[in-house]
């Protein structure tokens, strides 16, 4: 078992280690980690007087929340002064002169960042195959196929190998349609999207504006807490950020419920699912239940529709954001003959594959004569998927879904877009919804490989949901 | 010929809102920068930034709803219009398209003697753009980003137009009411008012033709050029047997004539959807009635008062209303003196505008002087001076030399109104004179012009030209 948060924090204070060799340690390890689960890692010089400061805080006995923490930062993350990508070619020089406010955040509470993760491109994949600068590779392995390379997942697939591989204590993900929760699942530790509204998108390279949000992807449900903590928080200049009072999400992490709790399962979820699949529900349900909690079946309506909804909205919006990278202002340009050459140029050269099918399919389901039938016809269904969602939330205080159809796969296998897509089928729903939703380690599938499982909780209702997944996590601890 | 022909005229206004901040940033917005200097992170396109609406638009947009009498929309929603160029950083104009803020609003314009409403289909909120200047170097097109995200309101007219006349009456009209409720500057030469001019032709009593848009016309003068080059364009080719195509033409201000943009140049297919990093704008009946206060006397309610209240003369009085610092300046000269209003007029849209045309001035620069002005007019009008001496003083008092008693005083201009004393010089002014008394008791009256100029020449111009005449009719009637 990796060592947690507060158990870093607890060493610290008692000087069983320093800063410095804490943030040494890992360093070392993203250094030379073959699993190519960061994009850069940050030089020591550049993280000097981080380290310093936070080292006087627990000599002067008033250390910050996450003081001294080593954490890997998603590479879609603006951070001052330090290279950041997208994992695209178009941002490879691209170095931002201003700080994403929920790194910021996590800068004023004392962490330290140990780089940049690796992701897909534009956070577009499931497999961290899409970077431009090389898949990522998931640290476990297939039991019975050990030479295998296999995905840690996507897009998050740096931050979570880079946490399940202990290069960082934690690391800042993305979740547009999973990308938080997917690549925890297939990496063995902890996922959490937020609710839509929670965290700041305010300098976050952006995917699909009414989908992305940031979150922590954890070695334990208590250090999601901690992170959360620290940013979530209203942001004036992110017009969608909520302004609601923010609760504290570690006080009572580890307190049982106050009231009985009824979870709903979602039967259509689990039709034509593997045994492994069906096991990992099973054992969630077997293991809850002895804490008195009522496990009830649910049907959505709208399941079906999910993921096609999300593949006309998601590539609808980033056509529109990835338009400003033209090579004009910033980032490779590639010359040209006319304007509209070097356009075509730097945007062709630019952006790898996965990306340019999305802009395209974004271009086409806008343009004049299809917006009626593919762009407003899925904002409507979206509509729906949320209407359902909060019709089952009347109905039950959680949702509990397998968080993927399946476990790591090689590197390389799922060549057709469509296959790829399919692993998000679990979690692009609570997306479409903008609900909070986290993925924990569950079990192993036969071949040794962890599974997860996700729970989703109302609006805002972050707190109960990590009180719920830290109960669980407790019950389906696995070892490695 | 042109005669059997009469034009369908729509406009689209743009008009620059005058709010310290830019619509969507905090940047600047003001004119006349270096380039690139108001420009922040946000209107740069940089990754991850977002917009953040500036609510004093909004504002203004309400204020605007009031004087255009527009249906005030309570939902509204921005959008992203995408296009690529290299002054629009984000690859997208954020506009409002579906759902403006504005709808259905009209105004009355003049049309010859008579009154014409003109309708307003809607009035929207969007983002100005950027600047390219190709003129700077052979090789390289530069781009100033400083407008990028100025605060625009697009006002949508509908083809209710009919002559070059009349677009200019509309747009005057719409600079006077927008400059009025203090929400644009009207400087149209800094493009803070701009016109797109949507033109067809037809038969009298036609079906409507197909029309041509004739883009970005910052000046009456190039609105009017264009519009009279383009609907004889139009008339020429259908004469000649051809067909209009709709499509959109530069007006090139140095040869005066409308050209065909390329089609690459505006065949977009802009993907309007709504813009994902804002929230639909939805306002609370309270909020938009909050703003009814702000918008202040309109021209119209100004003319009003001041023919029925002031009893001003029409032409003068639609002077003063021109432009609300011309009102406002009146206005105050009005509450701070007892001058009757018609004769403060008089003054001020003779004399006193034509010393600030001479002196390139502003007209609220008087606005600390009405004080002394209002004296001066008090003088006069009470006789102490004369209309010819107030003449005199009036650019030293508005050059500040000095209050008008001081000036008048020191010039020596106070006028000889002692009745004795004018009564001595009459009666030497007409000694020698029997034949023209005569003259004037046989019903001439020019005679008494005559002897008036000759008893105030006996004055040296200071006689109080009233009295003289009094005096004058007194004598020689006997």
Request: proline share 4%.
């Amino acid at each position: 078992m990796k060592n947690s948060i507060s158990q870093i924090k607890k060493s610290l204070i008692e000087k069983k280690i320093s800063v410095g060799e804490l943030y040494d340690e890992y360093s070392a390890k993203a250094k030379s980690g073959n699993n190519n689960s960061f994009n850069l890692v940050i030089d020591r010089e550049n993280n000097i007087s981080s380290i310093n400061d936070s080292q006087n805080r627990y000599d002067n006995g008033n250390p910050l929340p996450l003081d001294g923490i080593p954490l890997g930062i998603k590479d879609l993350f603006c951070t001052k002064g330090i290279r950041t990508t997208a994992s695209s070619k178009i941002l490879s020089n691209f170095i931002p002169n201003y700080e994403s406010f929920v790194t910021q955040q996590l800068l004023n509470d004392g962490s330290i960042f140990i780089g940049k993760n690796n992701c897909d491109e534009f956070a577009m994949g499931s497999s961290n195959e899409t970077s431009y600068f090389g898949p990522v590779i998931n640290p476990w392995k297939n039991k019975n196929s050990q030479k295998d390379n296999l995905v840690p997942g996507g897009s998050s697939g740096g931050s979570a190998a880079a946490v399940a591989e202990g290069s960082c204590v934690a690391s800042m993900g993305t979740d547009t349609g999973g990308s938080i929760r997917q690549p925890a699942s297939l990496c063995g530790i902890v996922g959490l999207k937020p609710t839509f509204g929670s965290c700041s998108r305010w300098g976050i390279v952006a995917f699909a504006s009414s989908l992305d949000q940031a979150g922590p992807l954890t070695n334990c449900v208590e250090d999601a807490a901690y992170i959360l903590n620290s940013i979530n928080k209203h942001d004036f200049n992110d017009s969608t950020s909520s302004n609601h009072q923010r609760e504290d999400y570690l006080i009572d992490i580890n307190n049982s419920l106050e009231k009985k709790i009824k979870i709903g399962i979602p039967s259509d979820y689990l039709e034509d699912v593997s045994d492994d699949i069906l096991n990992q529900i099973d054992n969630t349900k077997k293991a809850l239940s002895k804490h008195g909690i009522e496990f009830v079946d649910v049907e959505f309506k709208t399941t079906e529709y999910a993921l096609s909804t999300y593949y006309i909205l998601a590539p609808a919006e980033a056509s529109s954001n990835l338009a400003r990278y033209d090579g004009v202002r910033y980032g490779v340009r590639e010359d040209g003959e006319s304007l509209d050459d070097i356009y075509l140029n730097s945007r062709t050269k630019g952006f790898g594959d996965e990306v340019t099918r999305r802009i395209l399919i974004g271009a086409y389901v806008l343009s004049a004569g299809y917006y009626d039938a593919y762009y407003r016809q899925a904002q409507k269904v979206r509509r729906l998927i949320k209407n359902d969602f909060q019709r089952i939330l009347n109905e039950v205080d959680f949702i509990l879904t397998p968080t993927t159809p399946n476990e790591a796969f090689k590197i390389g296998d799922k060549l057709d877009p469509i296959s790829m897509y399919k692993n998000d089928i679990y979690t692009v729903p609570t997306s479409l919804a903008g609900l909070p939703g986290i993925s924990i380690p569950s079990g192993l599938s036969k071949n040794g490989l962890p599974l997860g499982v996700q729970f989703i909780g109302n609006y805002f209702e972050e707190k109960t949901l990590l009180q719920l997944a830290a109960l669980a996590e407790k019950e389906l601890s696995f070892n490695e | 010929m042109s005669n059997n022909w009469e034009m369908v005229i729509g406009l689209e206004v743009h008009a620059q809102l005058k709010t310290s901040s830019k619509l969507f940033s905090s940047s600047p917005n003001k004119f006349g920068s270096e380039p690139n200097e108001n420009v922040n992170f946000i209107d740069s396109g940089m990754p991850g930034m977002l917009p953040v609406m500036n609510f004093g638009c909004i504002e203004m947009a309400i204020k605007t709803g009031y004087a255009l009498n527009f249906k005030i929309n309570k939902h509204s929603v921005f959008e992203r219009k995408n296009y690529f160029y290299p002054d629009l950083p984000q690859g997208y104009q954020i506009s409002q398209f579906e759902f403006p803020i504005l709808s259905e609003g009209y105004i009355n314009i003049e049309s010859g003697d008579n009154q014409k409403k003109i309708r307003i289909e809607r009035a929207h909120l969007e983002q100005d753009a950027g600047k390219s200047i190709h003129d700077i170097d052979p090789k390289y097109s530069f781009i100033d980003l400083n407008r990028v995200g100025t605060p625009l309101l697009e006002i949508v007219s509908y083809p209710d137009l009919s002559s070059a006349d009349e677009v200019i009456n509309y747009m005057s009209s719409l600079r006077q009411l927008l400059m009025y409720i203090d929400v644009c500057d009207g400087n149209m030469q800094e493009g803070s008012l701009r016109a797109d001019v949507n033109l067809s032709v037809r038969k009298k009593g036609q079906e409507l033709g197909t029309r041509c848009e004739i883009k970005n016309l910052n000046s009456f003068k190039f609105i009017k050029q264009a519009i009279e080059y383009e609907f004889q364009r139009q008339i020429n080719i259908i004469d000649d047997g051809g067909e209009i195509k709709q499509n959109t033409m530069l007006f090139d201000t140095s040869t005066g004539e409308t050209r065909a943009m390329r089609s690459k140049e505006f065949s977009h297919d802009y993907r309007y959807f709504p813009d994902p990093d804002l929230l639909p704008v939805n306002l609370t009946q309270e909020q938009i009635d909050k703003i009814k206060p702000l918008v202040g006397e309109l021209p119209q309610d100004k003319l009003n008062k001041y023919l029925d209240n002031y009893s001003l003369d029409k032409d003068i009085a639609k002077i003063i209303i021109a432009e609300k610092q011309n009102a406002n300046l009146f206005e105050k000269m009005i509450s701070e003196s007892t001058v009757k209003p018609k004769f403060i007029a008089a003054w001020l849209v003779g004399d006193i505008f034509a010393f600030i045309k001479e002196n390139n001035l502003e007209v609220n620069s008087l606005n600390d002087k009405t004080k002394d002005i209002t004296d001066l007019l008090r003088l006069i009008s009470d006789d102490v001076i004369s209309n010819k001496a107030g003449k005199e003083i009036l650019p030293k008092v508005l050059n500040g030399e000095g209050k008008p008693s001081e000036l008048v005083k020191e010039l020596g201009l106070e006028q000889v109104s002692d009745s004795e004393e004018l009564e001595k010089i009459i009666d030497e002014a007409l000694v020698g004179e029997e034949e023209n008394i005569l003259k004037f008791q046989g019903g001439s009256d020019r005679v008494l012009g005559y002897f008036v100029g000759k008893c105030l020449k006996a004055t040296k111009g200071k006689g109080n030209p009233k009295l003289i005449n009094k005096i004058l009719l007194e004598r020689l009637k006997k």
